[in-house]
């Protein structure tokens, strides 16, 4: 996007220390880098994502998924629509106690998570999956995060998540702020944040009855 500042990537590591709320492992950026390269070179001839400039991919895909930090622990996370990997690579880095599977019903998509997984040594650590949630794909399991960034409405990706979450777990939705009246009325609670150049945002979440 040329309207974009161009950032620092000391700039970023700041930003993104103060979105995570605590130390991230040492080889976060690194590898964190090597990822959003990869996405790049990668969309050159397969659409994956809509951004093109580092910049952008790192607003909008690494430091918009460390906001979700402060909020998640150990345990299994469920990226519903996740795209290219998105959040789900993301926070599989930035939290080694956590195990991250990872649903979308484009294939291409979920070959890039496969391949990324690879490339970044991350293992058993990351499942990505082929399906459609809803349609019958992982019917059964349950997980004590789940997450959809940008898959559909906020009252649709509650529907998606719900059977998904085990008693006492906790569903968030990374949403514009302009969905702050709709996350309410679904009586999520809001977290704030603010991104460099794109302003404020929240994550909104619901925790499942215990
Ligand atoms: C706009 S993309 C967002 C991708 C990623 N979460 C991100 O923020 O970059 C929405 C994705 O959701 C996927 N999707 C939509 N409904 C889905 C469903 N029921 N199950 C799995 N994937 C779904 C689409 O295939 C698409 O890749």
Request: aromatic share 6%; net charge positive.
């Amino acid at each position: 996007m040329s309207n974009f500042s161009p950032l620092s990537l000391d700039d970023v590591r700041t930003a993104g220390q103060r979105l995570a709320g605590g130390p991230l492992p040492a080889d976060f950026w690194p590898q964190c880098q090597t990822l959003l390269e990869e996405l790049l070179r990668w969309n050159q001839s397969i659409r994956l994502v809509g951004h093109r400039a580092m910049g952008e991919a790192w607003l909008n895909l690494a430091l918009d998924g460390l906001a979700m930090v402060p909020l998640l622990g150990p345990g299994r996370l469920l990226d519903i629509g996740a795209g290219a990997g998105f959040p789900g690579l993301v926070l599989a880095l930035a939290l080694p106690a956590l195990t991250v599977t990872m649903i979308d019903g484009r294939a291409k998509k979920v070959s890039f998570q496969k391949h990324a997984a690879r490339l970044l040594g991350l293992g058993s650590r990351v499942a990505p999956v082929v399906g459609r949630a809803g349609e019958g794909a992982l019917a059964g399991q349950s997980f004590d995060f789940v997450s959809l960034r940008a898959v559909t409405d906020v009252a649709g990706s509650l529907a998606l998540a719900r059977p998904f979450c085990r008693p006492g777990g906790l569903i968030l939705l990374p949403r514009a702020q302009a969905d702050e009246a709709a996350c309410l009325a679904n009586g999520m609670a809001i977290h704030p944040y603010e991104l460099p150049q794109l302003g404020r945002r929240l994550v909104a979440t619901l925790r499942a009855p215990a």
